[in-house]
Nanobody, 119 residues
Framework: QVQLVESGGGLGQPGGSLRLSCVASGNIFSISRMGWYRQAPGKERELVATMPITSDGRTNYADSVKGRFTISRDNAKNTLDLQMNSLKPEDTAVYYC???????????WGQGTQVTVSS
């Protein structure tokens, strides 16, 4: 019903920047909220940032990324972006795009994109 495809992952330098993008397709008008999550090897998946797609709600960030990462969306392109600045090695993880559709209480996930931060 909703398909999510991430891009922009790769190798980043400590202190450097990367920008992730998620393209949503299908029944995109059913989506009310989208976000980014990440999972490092041996760790549980954790929230990075979420934002409302509809007018209500608020944007939230994990404490570990506040001041460094920015979540945004481009309505014309149906994309969700994550600008990652001041990268740290602990940011290394697989990053997943997520969308929520409240009508049928459905959660959608992208395939994930690898982000590696090292010198």
């Amino acid at each position: 019903q909703v398909q999510l495809v991430e891009s922009g992952g790769g190798l980043g330098q400590p202190g450097g920047s990367l920008r992730l993008s998620c393209v949503a397709s299908g029944n995109i008008f059913s989506i009310s909220r989208m976000g980014w999550y990440r999972q490092a090897p041996g760790k549980e998946r954790e929230l990075v940032a979420t934002m409302p797609i509809t007018s209500d709600g608020r944007t939230n960030y994990a404490d570990s990324v506040k001041g460094r990462f920015t979540i945004s969306r481009d309505n014309a392109k149906n994309t969700l972006d994550l600008q990652m600045n001041s990268l740290k090695p602990e940011d290394t993880a697989v990053y997943y795009c997520q969308a929520y559709g409240p009508l049928h209480m459905q959660t959608y996930w992208g395939q994930g994109t690898q982000v590696t931060v090292s010198s």
